[in-house]
């Protein structure tokens, strides 16, 4: 059975992806660590890692070309950058993930 | 059980009625999958823990509530080492002596330890005994100070453990106790635990509750004996020094004597046997009834015995009313068959000595060895079979099933059976393992001999023969139900 995703829903995806902290999902080691980008040289190169760690858990994107699965980096200033995400059309910029359970924002007696 | 794969095919059947989502459940598309699949694994380890919840109230069945009951009972993997005795022939002009510790191996490889030294003239032969069994020095250094520190024994494939001496290089004999309660604070002492998979550890204690606080920095030796286990004696010829020192050795003539045999080896119980252990509503070796003496002597010697039973005055006087005699107050009996015949005095020996290890009280003097008496026991099964199975075929497959679970010298028939064997054991039996019996018109009766008239003594060792087995089948009726199955 085959199906073409949309735009919109390979986007849904990607967001999903990058706002899942691995392990979140009960038994599956689905989603990224976004944030451990940060603090890291900002010369090093992970994104194959980032990739892969990608296409092993939404496994649809094997079946694209290897050029349609790309990570794109945009310098800004000296000391900071930006990377995009990009699957065919789509094109997301990789933040700093806000689902964080940690920090002064979670509210311990939430039910 | 449900497993992860069966929930997942019902899931993927669900989902089937929304062809949409299927599709993008199947690509893996993560908004549909990741919530799905989470469920899924939730309800698999579920799964896992129900059926570890589900009871079994009076027989462990499950091997791993078994082998969990075995090390909570402190039943160790350790195996009897076999002892035997060996003539050594001089055929040189010099004599010649082999020390203690020497090592032989026989013809099938195992290897042998002479435990005395032997002198042996020349042209002349001397008898000594030897021990299947190899010594082995491990060291090990304590790095970190930590209470109950645990050391897992390093065992050689295949062998198994049958002594061990710990000892530290401030010259401390560690001495070995079958677990902390009663052991003083300070004192040198280990205890040995079994883990599910049966690998065993060396515990030391706390300096300040039971034991000794292993220090930083402590050399330890640990001096371990191995063995094969179980050595069948009928192949046993000649042996042969492992090395040889002085060239007057190459003069020697090693053979094993015929039933020379001391000690008879034994394997470490396996999960059948733990099985039977399981059942007895023992946790320690403190014997004080019965049932516990029965636990402890049986735990020790199973593997040495095809029958063993232990029984006091009252189940004396209850089975042997004419024979009791005053004699008989305050005396333990004891019937076993040994697996080896020749084993049988040393085995005399070595339970008494374990009997009086238990309780003072039965010494010596305080225990009766009575003889097994051999007794088949009748089983009459009579069945209806379908006019699709044949006849023979299966009476051939009944009878092998009942003789390997219920025939001569099998753990089923190791023990005391007051009552002979359960016919509802026998029945689930026949159901779960010959097919004839499992579709809806097949039947089978079982009776059993009468035992109030002829009562079943605990001297006499029941079993399955195949002639005490007899089986009658009919067939059921040709025509008038139209039922197969249900």
């Known amino acids: 059975m085959k199906i073409r995703l949309s735009n919109q829903e390979v986007e849904e995806c990607l967001k999903h992806w990058l706002n899942t902290k691995a392990h979140s999902y009960y038994g599956s080691s689905y989603g990224e660590n976004v944030n451990r980008s940060q603090f890291r040289p900002i010369s090093e190169n992970s994104a194959d890692i980032f990739l892969a760690k990608l296409k092993k858990d939404l496994p649809f994107l094997n079946e694209l070309n290897q050029d349609a699965v790309q990570i794109i980096e945009e310098n800004i200033g000296y000391d900071k950058k930006h990377f995009f995400l990009v699957v065919g059309e789509v094109e997301i910029l990789i933040h700093e993930s806000t689902t964080s359970s940690t920090g002064h924002t979670f509210n311990a007696n939430a039910f | ?486």
């Open chain 2, 1 to 486: 059980m449900l497993t992860l794969s069966e929930i997942k095919k019902r899931l993927e059947v669900n989902l089937q009625e929304y062809p949409d989502i299927y599709a993008r459940y199947l690509a893996g598309v993560p908004t549909v999958c990741a919530h799905l699949n989470a469920l899924a694994s939730f309800l698999a380890d579920q799964a896992v823990d129900l059926e570890k919840a589900q009871l079994e109230p009076f027989i462990k069945s499950n091997e791993r509530t078994i082998l969990a009951d075995a090390v909570n009972k402190g039943i160790l993997p350790i195996a009897t080492p076999c002892q035997h005795k060996l003539r050594i022939e001089n055929k040189g002009n010099n004599p010649c002596s082999l020390s203690a510790g020497r090592l032989l191996s026989d013809a099938e490889g195992r290897i042998w330890r002479l435990i005395q030294t032997a002198n042996i003239p020349d042209n002349t032969s001397t008898i000594v005994v030897v021990e299947q069994s190899t010594l082995r020095h491990l060291n090990y250094n304590a790095r970190i100070k930590e209470t109950f520190h645990t050391v897992e024994l390093d065992l050689q494939e295949d062998s198994h453990l049958a002594g061990l001496t710990v000892s530290d290089d401030s010259g401390n004999v560690y001495t070995y106790c079958k677990r902390w309660m009663n052991v003083e604070a300070g004192k040198y002492a280990y205890t040995l635990k079994m883990d599910s998979r049966k690998r065993i550890g060396v515990e030391f204690g706390d300096s300040e509750r039971v034991g000794q606080t292993l220090q930083p920095n402590t050399l330890l030796t640990f001096s371990i004996l191995e063995t094969d286990g179980e050595v069948d004696v009928n192949h046993l010829l000649e042996a042969s020094l492992e090395e040889i020192i002085q060239a007057d050795e190459a003069k020697l003539e090693l053979e094993f004597v015929s039933n020379g045999l001391i000690r008879s080896g034994a394997n470490p119980l396996n999960t059948e046997q733990l099985r039977l252990l399981s059942s007895y509503p023992t946790y320690d070796d403190n014997a004080v009834l019965l049932s516990d003496f029965d636990h402890a002597v049986r735990k020790k010697f199973m593997n040495r015995c095809h029958y063993l039973t232990i029984w006091n005055e009252s189940v004396h006087s209850t089975y042997y009313p004419k024979d009791i005699t005053n004699d008989d107050i305050n005396k333990l009996k004891v019937a076993f068959k040994p697996k080896a015949k020749a084993d049988k005095d040393q085995l005399t020996y070595d339970l008494k000595r374990h009997i009086k290890s238990l309780d003072s009280l039965y010494d010596e003097s305080n225990v009766d060895i009575i003889d097994v008496e051999q007794r088949a026991f009748r089983v009459v099964i009579s069945a209806k079979l379908a006019p699709v199975h044949n006849t023979d075929a299966v009476k051939e497959e009944i009878r092998n099933l009942l003789l390997s679970k219920y025939g001569q010298n099998l753990t089923a028939t190791s023990y005391f059976l007051p009552d002979g064997f359960n016919t509802q054991d026998i029945s689930k039996l026949l159901t779960g393992h010959i097919s004839a019996f499992q579709d809806k018109i097949s039947d089978f009766k079982i009776q059993v001999e009468d035992i109030a008239e002829n009562p079943i003594k605990p001297h006499q060792c029941v079993f399955m023969t195949k002639d005490s087995i007899s089986i009658e089948i009919s067939r059921t009726a040709l025509s008038g139900a139209s039922l197969w199955t249900d």
